[in-house]
């Protein structure tokens, strides 16, 4: 439900007669564990700070705060400044409280944290800088980054890309600054020369998120990557509207209930952001984006 919401915030959309949209707010609060956190199937699971991450995202888009959410996510940073994916906690869920993050870093996990936290703290503090410089640390001589739940560099790789791309400097940070423009270059090459033949990035979700990520710095990738793979989501898309799920994920392979809707959201982001900038290239042709 907090991608939902991510995708449909970006889209900028009128929220008149879009009853569906209180009610995925509602369902959100109403899955919240007492301590702020979510988990993957609330209502009433264990904490997982990834689903805190994505649901604070997607709450914002919104114009909806979660300031519950937001101290526990500060809280249970590690302290190297990562952040890792199931917390220990007391109690039965909702009714619980997460003590301590368990210290296994996440690169994807991390990526989403930070930006729960940088949307809701422009004034950048400390704590936000150490994540970023975490993460930073993490890229590979070949411009990937590591994926905790994920199978390949692709997802953590357009990710970063995605968060790198939103941030703002000033003249105190200027160190940092210059480590980012070198790390968002390295990913950048990364990405481009991982596009397979078909024009796609493996899975649909991989490609949707390439595409998404990259349309960031549409200005800085040739324009024909990005229409190969606009033009491989659409030929993977079935006559029913959806795509093939894209079950890459470590540990949640079998979860057939969540992973057609999570592809088709990551796909309809790409789309979007395509349809943005260049609506004269495909928008007549393709009338349902």
């Known amino acids: 439900m907090g991608w939902a919401l991510c995708i449909y915030g970006e889209s900028k959309q009128g929220q008149n007669d879009k009853s ?58 590690n302290t190297d400044g990562s952040w890792g994916t199931f917390p220990s906690f007391q109690g039965r869920p909702p009714q619980i409280s997460s003590d301590f993050p368990v210290y296994i870093p996440s690169v994807d996990v991390s990526i989403h944290a930070l930006e729960a936290l940088w949307q809701r703290s422009r004034s950048q503090e400390a704590r936000i800088w150490q994540g970023l410089n975490w993460i930073l640390a993490q890229q590979d001589d070949q411009g990937a980054f590591p994926a905790s739940w994920y199978e390949g560099p692709i997802y953590s790789t357009a990710q970063a890309l995605e968060l790198l791309s939103k941030w703002k400097f000033s ?63 659409l030929i993977t898309q079935k006559n029913n509207g959806s795509f ?37 290239s495909y928008g007549k042709s393709r009338k349902s984006f």
């Open 171 to 233: 003249w105190e940070r200027w160190k940092s600054a210059h480590q980012i423009f070198k790390v968002r270059k390295k990913s950048l090459e990364f990405l481009i020369q991982a596009q397979n033949k078909d024009g796609g990035w493996g899975s649909v979700v991989e490609t949707g998120l390439a595409v998404s990520g990259l349309m960031r710095y549409a200005g800085a990738v040739p324009k024909d990557v990005l229409d190969r793979g606009i033009n491989n989501l």
């Open 20 to 77: 569906w949209l209180n009610h995925a707010v509602n369902w959100l609060k109403q899955g919240q564990n007492g301590d702020g956190s979510y988990g993957s199937t609330p209502p009433f699971t264990h904490p997982d700070l990834d689903d805190t991450a994505v649901a604070l995202i997607g709450l914002h888009q919104v114009g909806q705060e979660n300031p519950l959410s937001l101290k526990l996510l500060k809280n249970l940073q």
């Open 244 to 280: 093939e799920p894209s079950y890459r994920a470590i540990y949640a392979k079998g979860w057939n209930y969540e992973e057609p809707i999570t592809t088709a959201l990551t796909a309809i982001r790409a789309f979007q952001r395509y349809n943005q900038i260049y609506r004269a």
